[in-house]
């Protein structure tokens, strides 16, 4: 039996059913969980405990499972990245950890590191200047291709839009400055579907079809989902794009192109899983859980 005063907090400010299935693998694993906000932490370095967390003010975490982080300035981003790092530095366990995040939550290094490791994934302009934005998606509308504009920083499908026709032009607007642009991936088949595939650990553990009521694939959207074959090639390709981004977990998001090609579109360090979960039947939060147990709470000793 795992001993029973280890504790775990879950990063996060909506808990919500995620946060309840893993509250309860904790649970299960001897191991109580608490949901912590990143807004309500702080770095105190003149004191013995340098990171101050509600609810642990005596001693840190034995570990940290991080189930989203808060957007804002730029300066309160760092800050929430600081206190993941700075507790990885101090020994606790952060699983995603804040290196993970990083490079995952801003599109234009996912985008920059798949096609560094050699992984298929949509051809991609990231720049400053709107003029050159705007040429760049004429280029593309005039080759045929539509595109997509999206925030840098962003998740559940929010403020994505489909570049079609000149006139959608009018309304290009960048993200706080940045234009993020990706040429946009027409699926095999009819109508529209992506594939997520859940990766722990360098294993493929799940993975699911998700075929929207629009061109935006997202289950938070209306999409709905169906267990997906997994394939070795496609097991291959997720795999490679977590180990790419060097994360613990992630879902990871491929489209086969009409020429039957797989591609990357987006890896995530945060991932849902309920839709997953639900066509799958796989107890998703008791794989995380045992992951992050078993590999890196080191300390945790079997009692009697």
């Known amino acids: 039996m795992i001993n029973p005063l280890r504790r775990i907090a879950i990063?996060?400010?909506d808990p919500g059913w995620h946060g309840k299935q893993l509250c309860r693998a904790f649970a299960a694993r001897s191991c109580a969980a608490e949901y912590v906000s990143l807004t309500d932490c702080k770095i105190q370095v003149a004191d013995d405990?340098?990171?101050?967390?509600?609810?642990?003010?005596?001693t840190l975490p034995?570990?940290?499972f991080v189930r989203g982080v808060p957007g804002g300035s730029l300066e309160e981003v760092v800050f929430y990245l600081d206190i993941l790092h700075a507790l990885k530095i101090l020994g606790v366990p952060v699983y995603n950890d804040g290196h993970?995040?990083?490079?995952s939550v801003d599109k234009a290094m996912t985008s920059f590191l798949l096609q560094h490791a050699g992984i298929s994934t949509p051809?991609?302009?990231?720049?400053?200047?709107?003029?050159?934005a705007l040429a760049v998606a004429e280029r593309e509308l005039a080759a045929g291709h539509y595109l997509i504009s999206k925030p840098l920083f962003g998740s559940q499908g929010e403020g994505i839009r489909r570049i079609e026709k000149s006139t959608d032009l009018?309304?290009?607007?960048?993200?706080h400055g940045i234009y993020y642009l990706q040429r946009f991936v027409e699926c095999e088949g009819e109508g529209y579907s992506d594939m997520r595939i859940f990766v722990i650990n360098g294993k493929v553990v799940a993975g699911?079809?998700?075929?929207?009521?629009s061109w935006l694939n997202n289950v938070a959207r209306g999409a709905s989902c169906e267990p997906v074959e997994l394939t070795a090639e496609l097991t291959e390709l997720a795999i490679r794009a977590v180990a790419a981004l060097s994360m613990d977990y992630a879902g990871v998001d491929i489209i086969r192109d009409r020429d039957g090609r797989l591609t990357v579109i987006e890896v995530n360090s945060v991932p849902a899983w309920k839709g997953l979960q639900g066509a799958c039947?796989?107890?998703?939060a008791g794989l995380l859980v045992d992951d992050l147990v078993q590999r890196h709470m080191y300390s945790i000793k079997a009692v009697a």
């Open 281 to 284: 039947g796989v107890d998703i």
């Open 208 to 213: 699911m079809r998700r075929r929207g009521i």
């Open 170 to 175: 009018l309304w290009l607007t960048g993200s």
């Open 49 to 58: 405990l340098p990171i101050l967390i509600p609810g642990f003010e005596q």
């Open 11 to 13: 990063i996060t400010d």
């Open 100 to 103: 993970a995040i990083e490079r």
């Open 62 to 64: 034995d570990a940290v």
């Open 123 to 132: 051809k991609t302009w990231v720049l400053r200047d709107r003029e050159l």
